[in-house]
């Protein structure tokens, strides 16, 4: 056999689904839950890596807010100023989201050691849930998000640094003027000595953590929606397969019992997903908002070529992040709708009729769906992508 079917006869665990979201919060030294196998001086270790990435990247933010006030003051540099209330935030959502996650430790915590207690361990266990299809489409989703994000940054972290080494290293224009990735004022001249090196790499490092912090919130939450998606699939099926009436009573109501308790659950676990992430998708959704917006009046006005293409890749990115989500919603809101559909198609006719009787109940329950909710301002599904675009061109227009 070769080595990629070997890989496949293995069972899936449960830490696929949420290495993603680990790896970028590992890069700011954060754990978002407790991890079974930690040692003390690596927990040290990434406790001050933390700090010091906080610390880096609220202090390019103050920069930025002060650069904007400065500029909307003076009533000079309002292109540039306009700009920056993008960058500003996107690094505010991203401070949220770190800080709000971090506050939910032990709620994760909760939340991922219930579903590794229904996560199946075995092979055999595994393939009734089509686990397989549900981690690869899971894949392709991060894998497609985090690519353009990176893309994303480090097209306006490395486009300067690009410029300068065509310029002078290659063309040998000695009159290039220092600039930096975001606009941001601070009490010294950066632009001389080892002072601009110092900013630049700053600027860097502070704006990989703010999206290493956005990347990982948003890549945990639909890890974990998958998996519960991944189960209501497998509810469902499971009571489509049932033939009541065939067995004695008793066997048809452990039957109910089981699948009721399994049911209860899967609605626990997505209210607990709701209280941890609903900050971090009512951030989300208002702030695509504003940056839909900016960056639509940044292009209508007229700028520069470059700043044109980078302003495109930052809608796009944006748009992304919101078609993600909300797809993640729709596809939990379906999953969870499904349920009454199953025990509705399943063999029920020949059953005792206290069974039928407690039927209706499970149906009426599940009528009201499993949702993604952003507090309780709003319900997020593929219809709140509409919404959005609506509140984008209000805020546009005026």
């Not at 690094?91 to 219930?114: A, E, N």
């Not at 452990?254 to 609903?278: K, M, P, W």
Request: net charge positive; hydrophobic share 45%; glycine share 4%.
């Amino acid at each position: 056999q070769s080595a990629r079917e070997q890989k496949k006869q293995k069972a899936i665990p449960l830490e696929s689904f949420l290495k993603y979201a680990n790896a970028f919060y590992l890069s700011i030294g954060m754990q978002a839950y407790d991890h079974k196998y930690s040692q003390k001086w690596k927990d040290v270790l990434l406790h001050w890596t933390f700090i010091a990435q906080m610390v880096n990247l609220n202090a390019v933010l103050f920069s930025e807010v002060i650069y904007v006030f400065l500029a909307i003051g003076k009533g000079s540099n309002f292109l540039e100023a306009t700009m920056n209330l993008s960058f500003i935030g996107f690094v505010i959502v991203g401070d949220l989201k770190i800080w709000y996650i971090s506050r939910q430790k032990k709620r994760l915590t909760k939340v991922v050691s219930r579903l590794g207690e229904l996560h199946p361990k075995r092979l055999d266990q595994q393939e009734p849930y089509d686990m397989e299809v549900h981690l690869s489409g899971y894949s392709r989703y991060s894998k497609f998000y985090f690519g353009m994000h990176l893309v994303l940054i480090w097209t306006y972290n490395l486009y300067w640094a690009v410029y300068y080494l065509v310029c002078d290293f290659w063309l040998g224009i000695r009159q290039f003027e220092r600039m930096l990735p975001y606009y941001c004022w601070v009490p010294w001249d950066w632009s001389t000595g080892f002072s601009y090196y110092f900013m630049y790499i700053s600027q860097n490092i502070g704006g990989q953590a703010c999206l290493s912090g956005q990347l990982a919130a948003d890549m945990l939450m639909c890890a974990l929606v998958t998996l519960v998606v991944m189960h209501f699939i497998r509810l469902s099926a499971h009571i489509e397969c049932h033939v009541a009436g065939i067995a004695p009573y008793q066997r048809d109501l452990e039957f109910l019992q089981s699948t009721v308790a399994y049911h209860q659950r899967l609605i626990q676990l997505c209210q607990d997903i709701n209280d941890i992430f609903g900050v971090s998708l009512l951030s989300n959704f208002v702030s695509s908002s504003f940056i839909i917006c900016f960056v639509g009046f940044q292009m209508t006005i007229g700028s520069k070529i470059d700043n044109l293409v980078m302003l495109v890749l930052f809608l796009f990115c944006a748009m992304v992040q919101v078609f993600m989500i909300a797809t993640h919603a729709q596809r939990l809101v379906d999953a969870s709708e499904q349920i009454g559909q199953a025990v509705y198609n399943h063999d029920w006719f020949q059953a005792d009729l206290r069974y039928r009787k407690m039927l209706i109940l499970i149906v009426k329950r599940a009528q009201q769906p499993s949702r993604l909710k952003a507090t309780r301002f709003l319900n997020v599904s593929l219809v709140t992508v509409t919404d959005l675009l609506q509140l984008s061109y209000k805020f546009f227009a005026l």
